[in-house]
């Protein structure tokens, strides 16, 4: 088989065999991460799993889930609102009141489900709290924090290097500093985490 053409939207047809080994290659899996996100939101993705494998090190988190939640957080990000909505309208209904730009997170886990037959609770329950994390798990709490402090964010401050330590700690210092800049800078209401 020819890996270079796997994507979302044809690997459901491929033979069940291929499909394991794909779900259990990251090598394979970005292939079909890069055809999906512009440039830009590829390289984030690639830096959010670096990152958070290397925390996952840190709190005995198991690395290859966390590199393979990095690598698909933000499969649903180019969405229109209408997508999101539609996942759900069907499946999650209470999430239909939350901002925009919280929707993705929320959309991946059913789109990963139905696209790639993807149903590893943790990393599904992780990428559907990256954006707003109501989880106590860690590999949820990981991938938050990796998201919004991955170097190629060039956000200057020592979240990243409290959180190897103090992962709830940088977790809950981190809550604070995006509830502020949602309500001073998105002008959105701020829904809480659950830490
Ligand atoms: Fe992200």
New binding site residues.
């Given amino acids: 088989m020819n890996f270079d053409d796997l994507n979302f939207d044809h690997f459901m047809s491929l033979p069940s065999k291929i499909r394991r080994q794909v779900l259990n290659d990251p090598e394979l899996l970005k292939i079909m991460v890069k055809k999906n996100l512009k440039e830009s ?1 590829y390289e ?2 690639l830096s ?1 799993a670096k990152y958070a494998r290397q925390l996952a090190k840190c709190h005995h988190v198991d690395e290859d889930k966390a590199y393979i939640a990095g690598l698909l ?2 499969c649903t ?1 180019y969405f229109e609102e209408s997508e999101h909505d539609a996942y759900l309208k069907y499946y999650d209904p209470d999430k239909l009141q939350y901002p925009e730009s919280c929707k993705h997170s929320f959309s991946a886990k059913y789109y990963l489900k139905e696209k790639l037959n993807f149903h590893d609770r943790d990393i599904l329950n992780a990428i559907y709290n ?1 954006t707003i994390c109501f989880s106590k798990d860690r590999l949820s709490v990981i991938l938050y924090i990796c ?2 402090r991955e170097p190629l964010r060039k956000i200057d401050d020592d979240i990243m290097e409290m959180a190897k330590k103090d992962l709830y700690g940088a977790f809950r210092r981190l809550s604070w500093d995006v509830e502020t800049y949602l309500r001073e800078v998105k002008n959105e209401e701020f829904i809480g985490n659950s830490l």
């Fill in positions: 939101r984030h993705s959010v957080h933000d990000k990256h998201d919004k």
